[in-house]
């Protein structure tokens, strides 16, 4: 078993407005992300299946076409390999889990 601090962990901005502390499991791939509102990623795709779990804040998420509202205690699930881009329409935080393992993020 192992115990991380995420608090303790070095926050990282991988894009404008998105800073994030991210770690691995065996398996996994983790980011606890705070964005501010205005802040993108864009149309992407990976070969793992992504999992976001809204805390606070509200944003889009487009997947297959369809642009859906995500607040506080909403769970999107995104295929591998399917295209995905999310804007932040306020500031908030969310944690996403990558599976298998997001080797190089």
């Known amino acids: 078993m192992t115990i991380l601090d995420t608090n303790a ?14 770690f691995h499991s065996a398996k996994m791939t983790f980011a606890h992300w705070e964005f501010s509102a205005g ?4 149309r992407h795709q990976h070969e793992q299946e992504e999992v976001w779990h809204i805390l606070e804040g ?7 076409g369809e642009t859906n509202l995500a607040g506080p ?5 995104i295929p591998p390999h399917a295209a995905h881009q ?6 908030g935080k ?3 889990a990558d599976f298998p393992l997001r080797e190089g993020f």
């Open 94 to 96: 969310a944690i996403v």
């Open 39 to 42: 802040a993108t990623i864009h």
């Open 9 to 22: 962990m070095e926050v990282r901005e991988r894009l404008p407005g998105w800073r994030g502390r991210i």
């Open 86 to 91: 999310v804007k932040a329409l306020t500031g």
């Open 73 to 77: 205690g909403i769970v999107a699930t």
């Open 58 to 64: 509200e944003f889009e998420i487009t997947f297959a």
